[in-house]
């Protein structure tokens, strides 16, 4: 593997420009058109099978080794989020309202990165290695779905991905058997009362004021309902009722997201909130519309090859420390893949140390320490060649 390593070394700089690039030029889910060509023409410099508009936007491209083997996929997605950066670094986004701000600009510059490494190794390589660039992680259905139904893991036998994460210490793996990531969906909520003149309020069936008492009923339902032992989360991230200062609100509008590990759960839930809607709205005279739409399934990484890549990351140089990590309620549509073949998803920590203020993922002022790139590449790297090696 030190020939891996070296290698990635001497590129990290080029790795960094690539990220830097599609920082600077970043696209919204399913309008991925100048980044899903980038990458495109990158694997097709090397001289790579290249296959593009999978399911969408999303991009193939084939490493076959000089050596009989089996077929491992490694994933990076590389959509961005609807978001005005705030950085202050040189290579901001130039489009408006539009921000890499989770990260797949550096998984994009790692895989790609890491492909031209493993593809001066080609020799060495004992099967197939798939770079799987997917496009629109961020906004459901999300393009895994669709480059499945596409043909992406065809012929795969085993499946890698990695996220980069800001909040995690640079040189710090994290791992998980089992669930990882929750299954993200999201509620909408629509009240009709009665407005009315706000002198006058006992006229009026005030879709503000019931939507405040949803709200509040709402929450009884992870603290009342729900197992403590079972992870649950029920968000209303936006309340809308506009109208002039005088004037009580006729219809107001609930969001929000539901977060599970488990499908009872999600059903539960999903009928509950219904539950609660049809109440509350009863008891004030007003009626109700609720829609409930699923997300992404939850992650769940398999136990074989989640410890395999573990074992692998601790003798990985720039590596300090691998461990167990607790599952988080964020979504990640890597979970289809997981559904179809065996594999794992890990995260990469990507926090650098002198920084006083580390800024969460989807916040206008997130960035990442890049020296976490060549990590990153470098474990995906030696669990592809290990795995082929032992397969």
């Given at each position: 593997m030190e020939q891996l390593y070296s290698r990635l070394e001497t590129l990290q700089d080029e790795i960094v420009e690539i990220r830097r690039y599609l920082h600077q030029h970043p696209e919204l889910s399913f309008e991925e058109v100048k980044t899903a060509a980038y990458i495109a023409e990158y694997h097709a410099n090397l001289d790579h099978e290249v296959r593009t508009n999978v399911g969408g936007h999303g991009v193939l491209a084939y490493l076959r080794g000089d050596q009989p083997g089996p077929t491992v996929a490694l994933r990076a997605d590389f959509d961005a989020l609807p978001i005005q950066e705030q950085t202050e670094v040189s290579f901001k986004s130039v489009n408006d309202g539009v921000m890499h701000a989770c990260g797949h600009d550096g998984h994009t510059a790692t895989l790609l990165g890491l492909a031209k490494v493993l593809n001066s190794m080609k020799s060495e390589i004992k099967g197939t290695i798939v770079f799987l660039h997917q496009h629109a992680e961020e906004l459901p259905p999300g393009g895994a779905i669709?480059?499945?139904?596409?043909?992406?893991?065809?012929?795969?036998?085993?499946?890698?991905?990695?996220?980069?994460?800001?909040?995690?210490?640079?040189?710090?793996?994290?791992?998980?058997?089992?669930?990882?990531?929750?299954?993200?969906?999201?509620?909408?909520?629509?009240?009709?009362?009665?407005?009315?003149?706000?002198?006058?309020?006992?006229?009026?069936?005030?879709?503000?004021?019931?939507?405040?008492?949803?709200?509040?009923?709402?929450?009884?339902?992870?603290?009342?309902?729900?197992?403590?032992?079972?992870?649950?989360?029920?968000?209303?991230?936006?309340?809308?009722?506009?109208?002039?200062?005088?004037?009580?609100?006729?219809?107001?509008?609930?969001?929000?997201?539901?977060?599970?590990?488990?499908?009872?759960?999600?059903?539960?839930?999903?009928?509950?909130?219904?539950?609660?809607?049809?109440?509350?709205?009863?008891?004030?005279?007003?009626?109700?519309?609720?829609?409930?739409?699923?997300?992404?399934?939850?992650?769940?990484?398999?136990?074989?090859?989640?410890?395999?890549?573990?074992?692998?990351?601790?003798?990985?140089?720039?590596?300090?420390?691998?461990?167990?990590?607790p599952p988080i309620m964020g979504g990640e549509d890597f979970s289809y893949y997981l559904q179809h073949v065996k594999g794992t998803f890990f995260f990469t920590g990507a926090r650098n140390p002198e920084w006083d203020k580390v800024y969460p993922h989807h916040h206008p002022k997130f960035d990442i320490d890049e020296r976490a790139l060549v990590i990153a590449a470098k474990v995906l790297g030696t669990a592809a060649l290990q795995y082929m090696n032992e397969g």
């Open positions: 669709s480059m499945i139904k596409d043909g992406c893991l065809d012929g795969v036998d085993v499946i890698f991905g990695t996220h980069l994460q800001a909040q995690m210490p640079l040189g710090e793996i994290g791992y998980r058997t089992g669930a990882l990531q929750a299954a993200p969906d999201r509620f909408d909520i629509t009240i009709q009362g009665e407005g009315g003149h706000g002198a006058a309020p006992h006229q009026t069936k005030d879709s503000i004021v019931i939507g405040g008492l949803l709200i509040n009923n709402l929450q009884q339902i992870v603290s009342r309902k729900i197992d403590p032992l079972d992870s649950v989360v029920v968000s209303v991230c936006n309340f809308e009722a506009k109208n002039p200062y005088n004037v009580i609100a006729d219809t107001a509008q609930l969001t929000g997201t539901v977060r599970t590990f488990k499908e009872e759960s999600r059903d539960f839930v999903e009928k509950e909130i219904e539950r609660v809607v049809s109440g509350t709205c009863q008891v004030s005279g007003a009626s109700y519309e609720y829609t409930y739409t699923r997300g992404y399934p939850t992650l769940v990484n398999h136990k074989e090859e989640t410890e395999f890549v573990a074992e692998v990351a601790k003798v990985v140089p720039g590596v300090e420390a691998v461990s167990e990590v």
